[in-house]
């Protein structure tokens, strides 16, 4: 039987390269928009992220935003002075290539089908806003990883809550 693409993915090592490649060429086109286009990283937003970062880390409080972004900028910038833009931009090139998988895997589990699953992954590997937002340093990246990682551990054990 021929599948999606042409691969066959009751093979399972087929399957798993299919995948990888996919996650792999979605990180490369990431790091290229994020390092090589020479694009700007800062929002408006971005800002006011940086700031209360800054407010933090004077043990300060400013109740402008949520703190949870607030928090990985001031970890980031306790680790590096100089470079946590850096650190952070790669941050969300990581967190946005796992999404890919969580992607994959919670479409795999809810339609049963691989190439359902594999096609979903593909178009969030390579649709444009996605990649655009990973050079932003706002919060659409982590907030997305972290609502997929919550549905991806939840589908492996439904009773995920009782162990909080």
């Known amino acids: 039987m021929k599948s999606f693409f042409l691969l066959n993915f009751s093979v399972d090592k087929t399957r798993r390269k299919a995948i990888v490649i996919v996650i792999i060429l ?9 390092f090589f286009l020479n694009l700007p990283h800062m929002h408006t937003d971005s800002i006011g992220y940086f700031e209360q970062a800054d407010t933090i880390l004077k043990s300060g409080y400013t109740n402008y935003f949520p703190n949870g972004y607030p928090f990985i900028i001031a970890f980031f910038k306790l680790l590096s002075e100089t470079q946590y833009v850096t650190f952070l931009l790669w941050v969300n090139i990581l967190m946005s290539a796992c999404s890919i998988y969580f992607v994959y895997d919670i479409s795999r589990k809810t339609f049963g089908s691989n190439e359902i699953a594999f096609f979903a992954a593909l178009i969030l590997a390579f649709f ?22 919550f549905y991806f551990f939840y589908l492996r054990n439904k009773n995920l809550l009782e162990h909080l």
């Open 128 to 149: 444009p806003t996605q990649i655009n937002y990973v050079r932003w340093l706002l919060t659409e990246v982590p907030t997305t990883f972290f609502l997929l990682g």
């Open 26 to 34: 979605g990180g490369l086109i990431r790091i290229f928009a994020s």
